[in-house]
């Protein structure tokens, strides 16, 4: 079973993720930040990973904390379940429009956090929801999950539009990447033998 579940507390946040690798989309997600949960639910329904998220973290201060924490237990969660990676297509990539919007998501499980985020915004908060937060949820997740990811915003007006596909781009790629290649014989994708 390719599943794990971490918990991660802080004096900022209290944080359990569950994740799925092989699962349906299926998901729980109350993250005490309504458009993160919007986000998520993409991450799951375009990945078919399922999700279990929760988060009680100190949105009286604002949702930087408890975005940045989700990002970072997220990305401890696929690091644990994705294990040695022996057997996996590794690289991931997708492209996602949603009506003007055009965005692109490229995945190494390198083994090495790196994330070139290019996105420009044409508001500053979409809602309530600060869009400077969306990036930090990836470099916490990049951090943990020891990935390479490149995002690129290609064009969009709306900005709910623009990062809805970063996000739905993000699970395509993600599914791509950590599944399974049946040509591999489950070796380990990479000339070094380790990733
Ligand atoms: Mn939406």
Request: proline residues 3%; hydrophobic residues 40%; glycine residues 10%.
């Amino acid at each position: 079973m390719r599943t794990a579940t971490i918990e991660r507390n802080t004096q900022e946040t209290r944080i359990r993720v569950s994740i799925n690798l092989d699962g349906t989309g299926a998901r729980t997600l109350a993250t005490g930040v309504p458009f993160l949960d919007h986000m998520l639910d993409q991450i799951a329904r375009h990945g078919l990973f399922d999700l279990d998220i929760h988060c009680q973290g100190d949105t009286h201060i604002d949702d930087h904390h408890s975005v940045e924490d989700v990002g970072i237990t997220l990305g401890q969660a696929f690091a644990a379940a994705v294990g040695n990676k022996a057997g996996l297509r590794r690289y991931g990539h997708a492209y996602v429009p949603l009506d003007e919007a055009l965005s692109r998501v490229v995945v190494d499980l390198s083994g090495r956090p790196g994330l070139f985020y290019f996105v420009d915004y044409h508001r500053a908060r979409i809602g309530t929801f600060d869009v400077d937060l969306a990036r930090e949820f990836f470099q916490g997740f990049v951090n943990h999950a020891q990935a390479t990811v490149h995002i690129d915003n290609l064009r969009g007006e709306n900005a709910h539009h623009q990062c809805e596909t970063i996000f739905k781009a993000f699970g395509r790629a993600l599914r791509m990447a950590t599944e399974v290649d049946p040509r591999a014989g489950g070796t380990i994708p990479s000339t070094k033998g380790a990733l």
